[in-house]
């Protein structure tokens, strides 16, 4: 056990900026947590959509815990990267898997899994690396499983004051201008917990992608500006008005 340890430490020491097995970040990390809170409003969960044989217990797998939160993540700005190494130490298997958490600012935050593993062929890592990229990617994100077969989010939901009054913002956002009729019939069609936050979260990311795909524009140089208030004004010295 000592040279596992030993072996570890040396790994760490080894690595830029690594302090622990816990969160690394960059100097700055500002920008990706004003992102990651506002993924977290989203991310309503991953779905237990596998089965543990041994212990006869529900779970999610890897595709359903990227699939909770890939579309989300992307639509503020954060992708995330995923990779692993393995070495043997006294015929024990020993697998590292980091996640990696990276900001469109270039800001980023990694963690990583360690996992111990007695069977060192493709079959016994390539299990670990999986369960390793599960548990990397939702601790870091902040994901939590929830049951979808025959559980609390797949049973009849009913809509609380909190998700009528946030429906009602979002459907009247000049987003839904024309749209209103579908997004409206969809609300109604969502009759399951699951349903009614996947329903809120596809608005949300409409809204900021409109909001940012219309966001006022600031041109430079001897040539119209246009302000923060939407107005229009002349530059003629080069300063930047916006």
């Given amino acids: 056990m000592k040279q596992n340890n030993d072996e570890l430490t040396t ?3 080894g690595q830029p900026d690594v302090t622990s097995m816990g969160i690394e970040q960059s100097i700055e990390i500002g920008s990706i947590a004003t992102a990651l809170a506002k ?18 217990s529900g779970y999610a797998d890897l595709h359903s815990v990227i699939e909770s939160c890939r579309v989300i993540l992307s639509g503020v700005g954060i992708a995330f990267i995923q990779g692993f190494w393995h070495n043997r130490v006294n015929d024990q298997c020993h697998v590292y ?14 963690s990583m899994v360690y996992l111990p593993t007695e069977r060192a062929n493709p079959q016994g890592i390539g299990s670990a690396v999986t369960y390793g990229r599960r548990y ?6 902040g994901i939590a499983q929830y049951d979808d077969d025959g559980a609390e989010a797949s049973m009849p939901y009913q809509k609380t ?10 459907k009247d956002h000049k987003a839904f201008t024309g749209k209103k009729t579908t997004v409206k019939k969809e609300w109604e069609n969502a009759i399951t917990m699951s349903g009614v936050h996947s329903v809120l979260s596809r608005m949300q990311l409409t809204v900021d992608a409109h909001e940012k795909a219309n966001k006022p524009k600031t041109l430079k140089g001897d040539t119209l500006v246009v302000t923060e208030t939407g107005d229009l004004a002349h530059n003629s010295t080069g300063v930047d008005h916006g």
């Fill in 97 to 110: 898997v980091t996640t990696q958490l990276v900001h469109t600012s270039g800001e980023w935050i990694r």
């Fill in 136 to 141: 990397g990617l939702s601790g870091l994100v």
């Fill in 161 to 170: 004051q909190g998700d009528l009054a946030r429906f009602v913002e979002l």
């Fill in 39 to 56: 993924a977290q409003k989203l991310i309503t969960g991953a779905e237990k959509n596998a089965t543990n044989p041994h212990f006869k």
């Fill in 11 to 13: 790994f760490l020491n």
